[in-house]
């Protein structure tokens, strides 16, 4: 029964530290375009113009 008395604290610190990093991770637009990075590696157009870029 006393153990309770250690994780529960644990518990909430370690919740308490996952909201935070989450809601950093919005604040900081971490989440804003998650389809466009995996879409560009299909796109031919886009493929030339960092080919062209380079040169």
Do not use: C, R
Not at 7 to 25: D, T
């Amino acid at each position: 029964m006393t153990i309770l008395y250690v994780i529960i604290p644990i518990a909430i610190i370690l919740v308490s530290f996952f909201v935070l990093i989450f809601l950093w991770a919005v604040k900081t637009e971490q989440f804003d375009d998650l389809e466009t990075p995996a879409h560009k590696i299909l796109i031919d157009d886009w493929n030339d113009k960092l080919e062209k870029a380079k040169i």
